[in-house]
């Protein structure tokens, strides 16, 4: 290695200009030739696939936020209909506390009428009774109407 000579070991690199390139090109032209059209190909091929690649992430990101404004549509109508109905079990449960109520001052009515009609059993005072289904009409005079202050309709 002292005598001056380089070593073979060692890489070399040169800088060529464009015309040097062409004439090694046409020195080398029908080797190199394909390899460049080659190479060509695969970089056409492989901008195609990128392009399609986007396309195709332009869409997926498009049905996400479809399916993602879906979804809040869903949860939107699903919170409302979950109002709705616990509006409607507290009107049920404001109409059953109606109904209750109803029901009970019907009973005092028929327990009065009920007392009445046994103080009154032998006395011709009851006209008439009249049955429609659910519903039985005592038709009493006017004399109990005055004496007793009870209204005489009864559901049964």
Known sequence: STSGRPNDDRNFFFVLSGEEISNILSVFG???????????????????????????????????AYQEQSSARGKLTRQEAERKVKKMEEEICRLQERLEERDGQ??????????????????????RSINFGNLDLVMISSWLFDHSGIEIIMIH
């Open 106 to 127: 019907l009973q005092a009515s028929a327990s009065a009428v009920e007392k009445v009609l046994l103080h009154h059993r032998n006395l011709p005072h009851v006209s």
């Open 30 to 64: 029908g080797s190199i030739d394909p390899l460049l059209k080659n190479l060509d190909e695969k970089k056409q091929r492989f901008r195609q696939n990128a392009v399609s690649l986007a396309a195709e992430l332009k869409e997926v990101c498009s049905r996400l």
